[in-house]
């Protein structure tokens, strides 16, 4: 399988190649040249494997560059019930009212990227040991892929990490987790402004040529096409989990940011999983909301970014997005590029026209969730299913309820666990929220960050500054 951009412009790549590029040499961001097709017995033999087999029957059919027994060390040494509380890696609870959800966070940092990012972990030291090569990973964070790349990549010989978080932005928890890591490759920075500031200065270093090639510039952010192939394996695990056979067909309800746990979602559709719907749950910050319900894609300014109590969807600018639009406009990539040269003047964009296509053909559907309504689904959900709900499930969970119609099963995506979360599960249910062995006292340890303004200049110095 080879990889091409989103913007048209790249000569094909190799699996190996895209996980060590980040962004595309033309700014867009890679995928595979077709979506490889999944048949009724290929779906009927995949149904009853195990999440590490499951995991490598799907990856093989991308990563066509990897020796297939490497491939499956790979996803063997990955997805353990050490690593992920239990052999399901991820199982499914049912509501009082029938919905589903598929958990995505019991991994070690307890937030549903853990799935992705570890297996990322395992495949950059892969990759890195065979070429005898080193990566500086500068990545972008709202709150939660910031601590999963750390734990994933903390004290590896081969790969530094800088990570960039909204300063003051993220919950105390959040904080507390990245910032408390003393391992030397971990380097953590936090800017005065909001996840989209950060994630454009990521794209704006690796957008600069000269130093991503001296600096030796990766990234673990959805950009990186091995995150979102890793999350299309959840798709097929929660399917056949949810469902008794391959003739039944599943919405996914999915918590939105940044687009690229959905793209995922949208990915296993296009390979022939039978997903129904896949329901786009935003906050407060409903530009992805906008877009399916109006076809008119209107990203906002750091200052139009509301901080909310699910932070980590604190997010105007959704990077994944451009995989979609890619797929919607016929994979054409001078007209994506034309698309993005709107979006960076901050002008966006209006395919309206294309609605019809967005709902019937790709299954899109949306809804959003404000402070009150998560507080009142954690309530409700306490109180009839003695289940505590992190504030990005919350939402996930209300936009589900509203959106779902009559004989609609729906998995909604748990994107993290309550404990990361605390003040928001104290104002809903007057108590703390459970927390998982190991993160006693984290609050209270010393912390190591830098705080910068938001400057891509000003991060490259620290970069040069650190690696000198
Ligand atoms: C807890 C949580 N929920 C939801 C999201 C949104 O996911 P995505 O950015 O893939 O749309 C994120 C961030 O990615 C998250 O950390
Ligand atoms: N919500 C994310 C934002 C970054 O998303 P990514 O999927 O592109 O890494 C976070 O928690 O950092």
Same mark, same amino acid.
């Given at each position: 399988?080879?990889?091409?951009?989103?913007?048209?412009?790249?000569?094909?790549?190799?699996?190996?190649?895209?996980?060590?590029?980040?962004?595309?040499?033309?700014?867009?961001?890679?995928?595979?040249?077709?979506?490889?097709?999944?048949?009724?017995?290929? &779906?009927?033999?995949?149904?009853?494997?195990?999440?590490?087999?499951?995991?490598?029957?799907? !990856?093989?059919?991308?990563?066509?560059?990897?020796?297939?027994?490497?491939?499956?060390? !790979?996803?063997?040494?990955?997805?353990?019930?050490?690593?992920? @509380?239990?052999? $399901?890696?991820?199982?499914?609870?049912?509501?009082?009212?029938?919905?589903? +959800?598929?958990?995505?966070?019991?991994?070690?940092?307890?937030?549903?990227?853990?799935? /992705?990012?570890?297996?990322?972990?395992? !495949?950059?030291?892969?990759?890195?040991?065979?070429?005898?090569?080193?990566?500086?990973?500068?990545?972008?964070?709202?709150?939660?892929?910031?601590?999963?790349?750390?734990?994933?990549?903390? @004290?590896?010989?081969?790969?530094?990490?800088?990570?960039?978080?909204?300063?003051?932005?993220?919950?105390?928890?959040?904080?507390?987790?990245?910032?408390?890591?003393?391992?030397?490759?971990?380097?953590?920075?936090?800017?005065?402004?909001?996840?989209?500031?950060?994630?454009?200065?990521?794209?704006?270093?690796?957008?600069?040529? #000269?130093?991503?090639?001296?600096?030796?510039?990766?990234?673990?952010?959805?950009?990186?096409?091995?995150?979102?192939?890793?999350?299309?394996?959840?798709?097929? /695990?929660?399917?056949?989990?949810?469902?008794?056979?391959?003739?039944?067909?599943?919405?996914?309800?999915?918590?939105?940011?940044?687009?690229?746990?959905?793209?995922? @979602?949208?990915? $296993?559709?296009?390979?022939?999983?039978?997903?129904?719907?896949?329901?786009?749950?935003?906050?407060?910050?409903?530009?992805?909301?906008?877009?399916? =319900?109006?076809?008119?894609?209107?990203?906002?300014?750091?200052?139009?970014?509301?901080?909310?109590?699910?932070?980590?969807?604190?997010?105007?600018?959704?990077?994944?997005?451009?995989?979609?639009?890619?797929?919607?406009?016929?994979?054409?990539?001078?007209?994506?590029?034309?698309?993005?040269?709107?979006?960076?003047?901050?002008?966006?964009?209006?395919?309206?026209?294309?609605?019809?296509?967005?709902?019937?053909?790709?299954?899109?559907?949306?809804?959003?969730?404000?402070?009150?309504?998560?507080?009142?689904?954690?309530?409700? +959900?306490? $109180?009839?299913?003695?289940?505590?709900?992190?504030?990005?499930?919350?939402?996930?969970?209300?936009?589900?309820?509203?959106? =779902?119609?009559?004989?609609?099963?729906? &998995?909604?995506?748990?994107? /993290? &666990?309550?404990?990361?979360? #605390?003040?928001?599960?104290?104002?809903? &249910?007057?108590?703390?929220?459970?927390?998982?062995?190991?993160?006693?006292?984290?609050?209270?340890?010393?912390?190591?960050?830098?705080?910068?303004? #938001?400057?891509?200049?000003?991060?490259?110095?620290?970069?040069?500054?650190?690696?000198?």
């Amino acid at each position: 399988m080879k990889y091409i951009s989103t913007r048209g412009a790249m000569a094909p790549l190799e699996f190996s190649d895209t996980v060590l590029m980040g962004l595309a040499p033309d700014g867009g961001l890679a995928l595979p040249e077709r979506y490889p097709q999944v048949d009724r017995a290929t &779906l009927d033999a995949w149904r009853a494997l195990p999440y590490p087999e499951l995991a490598f029957e799907i !990856l093989r059919l991308y990563a066509t560059d990897i020796p297939e027994d490497d491939l499956k060390a !790979l996803t063997t040494r990955t997805y353990t019930a050490a690593v992920f @509380g239990s052999a $399901a890696i991820t199982p499914v609870k049912t509501l009082h009212d029938g919905v589903k +959800i598929l958990e995505l966070s019991n991994g070690p940092t307890l937030a549903f990227k853990d799935m /992705a990012m570890q297996l990322l972990g395992n !495949l950059f030291e892969y990759v890195l040991q065979k070429r005898g090569e080193r990566l500086n990973i500068l990545g972008a964070t709202s709150g939660d892929t910031g601590s999963a790349a750390e734990y994933a990549l903390r @004290g590896k010989a081969n790969v530094n990490v800088f990570m960039l978080s909204p300063a003051g932005k993220m919950s105390v928890f959040q904080r507390a987790q990245m910032y408390s890591l003393t391992d030397e490759n971990i380097h953590n920075i936090a800017v005065r402004g909001m996840f989209d500031d950060c994630q454009d200065i990521v794209k704006a270093v690796q957008n600069d040529h #000269a130093f991503k090639e001296a600096y030796r510039i990766g990234t673990v952010n959805s950009i990186n096409w091995a995150r979102v192939v890793a999350q299309v394996v959840y798709y097929f /695990a929660g399917y056949f989990n949810a469902t008794a056979n391959n003739d039944e067909k599943l919405s996914f309800c999915v918590p939105s940011g940044n687009f690229g746990n959905v793209c995922a @979602g949208h990915i $296993a559709r296009q390979m022939g999983l039978p997903i129904d719907r896949l329901i786009v749950a935003t906050n407060e910050n409903d530009v992805l909301d906008e877009f399916f =319900r109006t076809g008119v894609y209107r990203p906002r300014s750091t200052a139009e970014t509301f901080v909310t109590s699910s932070p980590s969807m604190d997010i105007s600018k959704a990077s994944n997005f451009e995989r979609f639009v890619f797929d919607l406009v016929g994979r054409d990539g001078a007209e994506v590029a034309r698309l993005w040269r709107a979006v960076d003047a901050g002008v966006g964009f209006d395919l309206s026209a294309r609605l019809a296509d967005v709902r019937e053909r790709f299954g899109f559907v949306s809804g959003a969730s404000s402070h009150a309504d998560r507080l009142a689904t954690i309530r409700q +959900i306490d $109180a009839e299913d003695s289940v505590v709900l992190d504030p990005h499930t919350a939402d996930g969970v209300k936009v589900a309820r509203e959106v =779902r119609i009559p004989g609609e099963t729906v &998995l909604c995506l748990e994107t /993290a &666990l309550p404990a990361k979360f #605390a003040e928001t599960i104290r104002e809903a &249910l007057d108590r703390e929220p459970p927390r998982p062995a190991g993160f006693d006292g984290i609050e209270d340890l010393p912390q190591r960050v830098v705080e910068v303004d #938001a400057d891509a200049a000003t991060v490259k110095s620290l970069i040069a500054h650190a690696l000198a």
